[in-house]
């Protein structure tokens, strides 16, 4: 082999060097040698920073992150007070940077060319960087390949007598420039084609969509691992676009254990293409925790405490569950850090969250600023102060990426003091941000037999079988994309990359010509549709080899294996739990409605005591505003007692008395809660207000007399074996004797039927119904105190009794259940509650739903429950 003698072998991208220096030293190995001399077999861009080291003037290059940051600030200083000001710093800072390294590649200049008014600024912006890195003696990286060619001349750099360059699918003007002076210093700089000469087995595939191709492409794959290949490659041009869809399949259908095991490691497949490194939960929760302010947002307080990247995670778990669920309970949106603070002082079992803080509130008084270099250090010092990354035992892939936060970002944040002498804490953590999404984060293990791996990395590259996807006329050839920033004709009379659709056909060609040769068994394969759109292959592979179907293995996800499965799985009737050792239970009428809404609701939240986080609402929230309704009209029935009374007030009166006990509940009410500003206050009072006064003009002036004997009673229930409280809003008692239960509501979902089900979804008013054997009801009424809605919606025993309420015979739902008259009603629901309450008492918690709309569509326990996992579950084996 050319290496053993000494010849220095270029190759297009890391990859392929790493590829082939495993080929040399498993030749070696077969030559019978046990030492030999390390190979010269490089990337070309790892060979000229080799170069420039020997030359000494490494320390001197400005590496990408360096370049980026320069551009933006000439970008950032020269588009100030101007139109450029909307123009997005980092996006167009990339374009700069690569439209530089075109020019200085090319060696072009745009002086002496016709510019628009965006390359006129671009131009202005270069000679800015130009003139700054003359001044401070940097090297721009599109520098090298003039610098090492030059040292070569110079005979600073000595070439060996053969220069091999591999798995170019075209020549940057660098290495063009290194084949010319290679060959005046008596070098042979040659091309080496690898691969085989000729194309393998050929086959085109049709895949339904993008999906549909991923899946087939990883069927593929396991077949041919099943079969004991150990060189399978799948090449996506758009790899960075697809990656995480990608890893899922794969992992899905080649190494389903993996997946469900949350393994980290993935042993049978590999991609050559990470993601951003910020999309790490570890690190995300690292710039989160540098961001935090003097004031909070409850989304941030709640990342605080629930966070397991945070010191005492661990150890404080459920006293900072707890004190996540007092927080809310308080309805606020935002905190200051020093009221916050001041709440966990005040909370038992958080002594580490409350040394956290004080740490955390101690770097957001920080308003000086500083060198990059000494905000890294800053921030790796609070970071290991507040107990990042946790005091669990992280795993893999959490420990790379610490590793690559520490080694990669800080550093490279640290690298730019000489570009950036000063800047503030908030400037550093934005730039910490943009470095955490420059970063590429791949995960260290073994390669496996299985390389997924994007089109530009393909290069040079061969396997004994080999998968080549997305080959759809929508993305070969690709569509021109010339750089903005320089001349479009200069950019096609130099055939600059992505400058022309002619350019993107010869590259095209170029690629496909090589795939064809890099497998014995090669399938090219594209999707018929993207969403509604139709799509063609590519006219460049049309007639690569006959259309067909490769074989597949068996689909090997979890669904697919379960619908297959012909065991007859075990079933284990979990729907009991303990029973109730006592005979009183919070909850009240609620635990009842949970109860006959679903069971295991029921059971849940009132043995378990299990609920959703509350998530405050912005200014006053519909529960708050329906118990302001309650409270007022409560305090204004205490005063006036009677129908008569009512009647008695004139216009004046009545304002007056409504804006008085409006008034004195919104003051009683946000006396021991946090109260909302003034000005919502008094639009809210005047609501209130409004509303009141059309229910008591509008509907209860209108009804026949009556007094009021209750308002908000307390009572203790016997129900079965059950022993409840309850409180009804209200109790009527009629001229004639009657007694009416009425229950205020501000909502719009009220049925009067609901009364009439089996099981009794709305036991409430029932309960107290029945409650007195001596005294029942003769009605049960809501009373829906809403703006243009005000009425009664309920049931009473004659006709008349409550303005337009219906008697029981009005219902259909009576006749199915057997109720002739109301006393039977009374009966029926007495037997319904008692069948609640043992029921609950009993344990029994089966997840069923009354009905999926009305009892699921708000709980808060869907979850927990996996309702619609179940459904999903069902309709598999229905199939």
């Not at 090297?139 to 090492?148: M, Q, T």
């Not at 006293?319 to 927080?327: I, M, S, T, V, Y």
């Not at 892939?397 to 520490?406: I, L, N, T």
């Not at 109860?595 to 912005?618: I, N, Y």
């Amino acid at each position: 082999m050319a290496a053993a003698s000494g010849a220095l072998i270029l190759t297009a991208n890391k990859r392929l060097s790493r590829s082939l220096q495993d080929l040399f030293d498993h030749w070696m190995q077969t030559q019978g040698e046990t030492l030999w001399s390390t190979p010269q077999i490089h990337s070309f861009e790892g060979w000229l920073s080799q170069c420039l080291e020997r030359l000494g003037d490494s320390k001197y290059v400005l590496n990408h992150h360096q370049e980026k940051c320069l551009w933006a600030q000439q970008i950032e200083e020269t588009s100030h007070g101007t139109s450029l000001e909307l123009l997005q710093i980092s996006k167009t800072a990339e374009k700069a940077v690569q439209a530089h390294h075109l020019l200085n590649e090319y060696g072009l200049d745009l002086t002496s060319h016709l510019l628009t008014e965006d390359q006129r600024v671009f131009s202005l912006w270069q000679r800015h960087y130009r003139r700054h890195c003359e001044e401070q003696d940097w090297i721009d990286k599109s520098d090298l390949p003039r610098i090492i060619c030059n040292a070569i001349k110079q005979a600073e750099i000595e070439l060996p007598k053969q220069v091999l360059l591999i798995g170019f699918d075209q020549f940057p003007p660098g290495l063009k420039l290194l084949r010319q002076v290679a060959s005046g210093v008596g070098c042979c700089c040659e091309e080496i084609a690898p691969g085989a000469a000729d194309a393998g087995q050929l086959m085109l595939f049709a895949a339904r969509d993008k999906r549909h191709e991923i899946e087939s492409a990883a069927r593929w794959a396991r077949q041919l691992l099943d079969q004991g290949a150990s060189s399978i490659g799948i090449i996506v041009p758009d790899l960075q676009r697809q990656r995480q869809q990608i890893e899922r399949v794969f992992r899905d259908q080649i190494d389903p254990q993996a997946a469900s095991l949350l393994q980290d490691e993935e042993a049978l497949f590999s991609l050559s293409l990470g993601g951003p490194l910020a999309e790490q939960g570890v690190v995300n929760a690292a710039l989160e925790l540098l961001t935090l302010g003097t004031g909070l947002r409850l989304d941030q307080v709640s990342f605080l405490l629930r966070s397991p990247y945070l010191g005492g995670a661990v150890t404080e778990a459920d006293a900072r569950a707890l004190f996540e669920q007092k927080l809310r309970s308080y309805g606020k949106q935002t905190f200051t850090l020093s009221a916050l603070i001041s709440q966990v002082k005040n909370s038992s079992g958080l002594p580490v969250l409350l040394k956290l803080l004080v740490k955390i509130q101690q770097i957001t008084r920080l308003k000086a600023k500083a060198s990059p270099g000494a905000w890294a250090v800053l921030f790796a010092d609070h970071l290991q102060h507040i107990g990042w990354p946790g005091d669990r035992t992280i795993a893999s892939r959490e420990y790379q990426a610490v590793k690559a936060w520490r080694e990669k970002v800080l550093e490279a944040l640290a690298m730019l003091n000489q570009q950036l002498p000063s800047i503030s804490g908030s400037q550093a953590v934005s730039l910490l941000r943009q470095l955490t999404k420059d970063v590429e984060f791949q995960l260290e293990g073994p390669s496996g037999p299985i390389q997924v791996i994007g089109l530009l990395e393909s290069s040079g590259l061969s396997y004994q079988h080999l998968w080549v996807m997305g080959m759809s006329e929508a993305l070969l050839p690709a569509r021109p994309q010339p750089n903005p920033f320089i001349p479009y004709r200069l950019q096609e009379q130099y055939g600059m990359p992505h400058a022309s659709a002619e350019r993107e056909l010869q590259f095209a060609e170029q690629v496909v010509a090589r795939l064809k040769t890099a497998g014995a068994n090669t399938v090219f394969s594209y999707p018929t549709r993207d969403g509604d759109c139709a799509l063609r292959p590519s006219p460049l592979i049309d007639a690569c080899g006959k259309v067909g179907v490769p074989p597949f293995a068996a689909f090997h996800d979890f669904l697919a294996r379960e619908k297959e499965c012909s065991t007859v799985l075990e079933t284990l009737d979990d729907n009991f739990g303990p029973a109730l050792q006592r005979e009183r239970a919070q909850g009240g009428t609620h635990l009842l409605k949970d109860q006959a809404h679903c069971p295991f609701r029921a059971f849940v939240r009132h043995r378990l005591r299990c609920r959703a986080l509350e998530e405050p609402d912005p200014g006053i929230s519909a529960l708050e505003r329906g118990d302001l309704v309650h409270l007022a009209l409560e305090k204004i029935w205490t005063e006036l007692r009677t129908h008569a009374a009512l009647l008695a007030l004139d216009n004046t009166q009545r304002e007056e008395l409504i804006h008085t006990q409006v008034q004195s509940a919104l003051a009683d009410y946000f006396k021991e809660r946090s109260s909302p500003p003034e000005v919502l206050l008094q639009l809210e009072q005047e609501r209130v207000t409004s509303l009141i006064d059309d229910w008591l003009v509008k509907v209860e002036s209108e009804r026949d007399g009556f007094r009021v004997v209750e308002t908000e009673q307390q009572h203790t229930a016997q129900i079965g074996p059950l022993q409840i409280s309850l409180k009804v809003d209200r109790v009527d008692e009629l001229d004639d004797g009657s007694r009416i239960v009425i229950d205020y509501k501000t909502g719009t979902d009220l049925r009067a039927r609901d009364f009439l089900t089996a099981p009794l979804i709305e036991p409430q008013l029932p309960v107290y119904a029945v409650l007195d054997s001596d005294q029942e009801a003769d009605g049960v009424a809501f009373a829906q105190v809403r703006k243009g809605s005000c009425r009664f919606i309920g049931l009473v025993r004659d006709s008349g009794l409550l303005a337009q309420v219906k008697t029981l015979d009005a219902f259909s739902q009576a006749d199915q259940l057997g109720l002739s008259d109301w006393n039977a009603l009374l009966v029926f629901w007495r037997q319904q509650l008692e069948l609640l309450a043992a029921d609950f008492v009993a344990g029994k918690a089966e997840v069923r739903p009354f009905d999926l709309n009305k009892s699921c569509r708000y709980c808060d326990l869907s979850g927990i429950c996996r309702i619609q996992e179940t459904e999903v579950i069902g309709e598999l084996h229905d199939d």
